[in-house]
C-alpha cells in the first residue's frame, strides 16, 4: 500500500499516543515504526518531524489550544494528541499550508472517531485560525514564560536558572528544541579520519569533520548506522561530549581498566582504540541482553581487548582486588538532562525526586568502586546531564568522605584543545549549546600515592 501524508500523519498520532500511555523512548520506538511500514525517506523526514517536533513543544501547544477546548475537558486522548499534531504544524512548519493541516485532521477524526469529533476538530482548528493564538507575552513571570516558550517543566526552568542563571538556561531551552547532530567515531585502529570520510562522501553522505574532537566526524546528511563503513568495524555512533570521557581517563597501551557502567559500550571500545587494542578493558554491565550489545560492538570493530562481565557494579569487589585497576571510568547512571533533544519525552516524565534518588545511587557506585582502583591511579566519574546535584555535589561529597582521593589538576593536559577552556580545575560541565552536542559533565580524580 502507498503511504499518503495522511497515513504518516495518522501514524505519528498513534505513536504520540503510545509514548505517552507507556513513557517508552521515542528514539526506539519510533525506529520500530518506520521498519515496520516501510516508509519512503521523504515520509521518514516528515514522520519524525511530526512525532519529535510536537513533542519538543507540546506545553506550548497546549497553552495556544487550552481557550479554544475549555469546555471540552473530557476528549479522548488521540484527539488531544491530533490536536497538537495539527497545531505543531500551523504554528512552526512554514512548508505545509494550514488548510491542508486542517483537512488531514479532520479526515484521521472521521476515520478514527465519528461525525461529531470531525466537526469538533474542525471547529477548534478553525477557531485558531479565524483568532489567532493567544500570546506568550501576556505570561508576566519570566520563568513560567520560558517554559511555556520552550516547553520545559518549570520546576527544572527553575532548577536550572538557580544553578547556571537565566541566560544559559534560556540557550540552553531553546537549543533542546532543535534537532540533533548525528556524529561517530572513526576507528583508528583500522582507518584515518581523512580516508573514512572520503570513502562516505563517495557513498553520497555529508560529511563534515568535527572541530572538536581529532577522530570524530559529523554527518549532515543521512545515517551513518547504515553504511558499509559502520559495517565494516570503521566508525561508531557517539555523540562528541560522550568520546571525551576516553579522553579524560587518558589510558595507556597495556594498562589494565575497568569501565563500570559500560553498555552500549561506546567508551569502553573508545579506550580500547585509543590503547591500540593492547592491555585489557573490563566493561561492566548489569544486564545480559546489554552486555551483549557490548561484545557484538567490539566484534564489529576488531577490538580483542575488551572483556566484558554481568555484574552489579555495587558488588564489584568480590570479583576483583582491591588495587587493581590503573584507570576507572564510571559513567554513571543518571537523569539524561543533557540528551533532551534525543529523547524530548523525558522532559515530562521526570520529576525532582528522582535527581535526589539517582544522586545518592551515584555516590554508592563512587564509593564501591573506589577501592579497585591502584594508588596513583585516575577515576573518571561523568554523567550525560545538566545538573549540580548530580555532578559537583556528587563528586565534592564522594571527596569529602574519601580523603585518599583529589581532584586530578592535570586533567586539562589529556583534553583536546578545543574544550579546555570550558575546565575549570578538575571539572567539565558541557551544555548542549557549548558545541552543539549533548549535555555532558566529567571530573577526574586521582588516588593518592
Known amino acids: 500500500m502507498t503511504l499518503t501524508k495522511n497515513n504518516v500523519r495518522a501514524i505519528a498520532m498513534d505513536l504520540l499516543v503510545t509514548i505517552e500511555k507507556n513513557q517508552s523512548y521515542s528514539n526506539l520506538l519510533l525506529n520500530n515504526v518506520i521498519e515496520k511500514n516501510e516508509l519512503s525517506a521523504v515520509d521518514v523526514g516528515l514522520l519524525t518531524e511530526l512525532t519529535y517536533g510536537t513533542l519538543q513543544r507540546r506545553m506550548a501547544l497546549d497553552f495556544f489550544l487550552?481557550?479554544?477546548?475549555?469546555?471540552?475537558?473530557?476528549?479522548?486522548?488521540?484527539?488531544?494528541?491530533?490536536?497538537?499534531?495539527?497545531?505543531?504544524?500551523?504554528?512552526?512548519?512554514?512548508?505545509?499550508?494550514?488548510?491542508?493541516?486542517?483537512?488531514?485532521?479532520?479526515?484521521?477524526?472521521?476515520?478514527?472517531?465519528?461525525?461529531?469529533?470531525?466537526?469538533?476538530?474542525?471547529g477548534v482548528l478553525r477557531s485558531i485560525q479565524r483568532e489567532g493564538l493567544p500570546s506568550l507575552s501576556e505570561v508576566s513571570d519570566?520563568?513560567?514564560?520560558?517554559?511555556?516558550?520552550?516547553?520545559?517543566?518549570?520546576?527544572?526552568?527553575?532548577?536550572?536558572?538557580?544553578?547556571?542563571?537565566?541566560?544559559?538556561?534560556?540557550?540552553?531551552?531553546?537549543?533542546?528544541?532543535?534537532?540533533?547532530?548525528?556524529?561517530?567515531?572513526?576507528?583508528?585502529?583500522?582507518?584515518?579520519?581523512d580516508e573514512c570520510a572520503q570513502i562516505l562522501e563517495e557513498d553520497g553522505f555529508t560529511i563534515e569533520k568535527s572541530p572538536i574532537i581529532p577522530e570524530a566526524i559529523r554527518s549532515l546528511k543521512g545515517n551513518l548506522a547504515s553504511t558499509i563503513s559502520f559495517k565494516y568495524g570503521m566508525i561508531t555512533i557517539q555523540d562528541e561530549s560522550s568520546m571525551l570521557a576516553a579522553y579524560a581517563l587518558g589510558a595507556m597501551e597495556g594498562e589494565f581498566v575497568l569501565d563500570a557502567c559500560a553498555a552500549p559500550g561506546g567508551k569502553s571500545t573508545h579506550i580500547a582504540e585509543k590503547m591500540q587494542n593492547t592491555g585489557e578493558v573490563i566493561s561492566v554491565d548489569l544486564h545480559q541482553h546489554k552486555v551483549k550489545l557490548i561484545n557484538e560492538n567490539a566484534r564489529r570493530l576488531g577490538l580483542t581487548n575488551i572483556k566484558t562481565n554481568v555484574s552489579d557494579s555495587r558488588l564489584l569487589q568480590e570479583k576483583f582486588k582491591n588495587e587493581s585497576f590503573h584507570r576507572i571510568l564510571?559513567?554513571?547512571?543518571?537523569?539524561?538532562?543533557?540528551?533532551?533533544?534525543?529523547?524530548?519525552?523525558?522532559?515530562?516524565?521526570?520529576?525532582?525526586?528522582?535527581?535526589?534518588?539517582?544522586?545518592?545511587?551515584?555516590?554508592?557506585?563512587?564509593?564501591?568502586?573506589?577501592?579497585?582502583?591502584?594508588?596513583?591511579?585516575?577515576?573518571?566519574?561523568?554523567?550525560?546531564?545538566?545538573?549540580?546535584?548530580?555532578?559537583?555535589?556528587?563528586?565534592?561529597?564522594?571527596?569529602?568522605?574519601?580523603?585518599?582521593?583529589?581532584?586530578?589538576?592535570?586533567?586539562?593536559?589529556?583534553?583536546?584543545?578545543?574544550?579546555?577552556?570550558?575546565?575549570?580545575?578538575?571539572?567539565?560541565?558541557?551544555?548542549?549549546q557549548d558545541f552543539g552536542s549533548d549535555g555532558f559533565y566529567i571530573a577526574a580524580l586521582r588516588k593518592k600515592v
Open 66 to 122: 487550552k481557550p479554544f477546548i475549555k469546555d471540552n475537558k473530557k476528549l479522548a486522548n488521540w484527539i488531544h494528541h491530533l490536536l497538537r499534531l495539527t497545531l505543531y504544524q500551523m504554528v512552526y512548519l512554514d512548508r505545509i499550508p494550514d488548510r491542508a493541516a486542517i483537512y488531514e485532521a479532520v479526515e484521521i477524526a472521521k476515520n478514527r472517531g465519528h461525525k461529531g469529533i470531525a466537526s469538533l476538530v474542525n
Open 142 to 193: 519570566p520563568i513560567e514564560r520560558l517554559s511555556l516558550e520552550t516547553s520545559h517543566p518549570e520546576w527544572l526552568v527553575t532548577r536550572w536558572v538557580n544553578q547556571f542563571g537565566y541566560d544559559k538556561t534560556k540557550e540552553m531551552c531553546e537549543i533542546n528544541l532543535t534537532a540533533p547532530m548525528q556524529t561517530a567515531r572513526v576507528n583508528l585502529t583500522k582507518i584515518s579520519r
Open 330 to 432: 564510571l559513567d554513571a547512571p543518571c537523569s539524561g538532562l543533557g540528551v533532551m533533544r534525543r529523547k524530548p519525552d523525558m522532559k515530562y516524565t521526570k520529576v525532582e525526586q528522582d535527581l535526589e534518588r539517582l544522586s545518592s545511587i551515584q555516590q554508592n557506585l563512587l564509593e564501591s568502586v573506589a577501592p579497585l582502583l591502584k594508588k596513583g591511579g585516575i577515576l573518571v566519574y561523568s554523567t550525560c546531564t545538566v545538573d549540580k546535584e548530580e555532578n559537583e555535589l556528587t563528586v565534592k561529597k564522594f571527596l569529602e568522605n574519601n580523603p585518599e582521593f583529589e581532584g586530578d589538576l592535570s586533567f586539562k593536559n589529556r583534553m583536546p584543545e578545543a574544550v579546555q577552556p570550558l575546565i575549570t580545575g578538575y571539572e567539565l560541565q558541557i551544555f548542549p
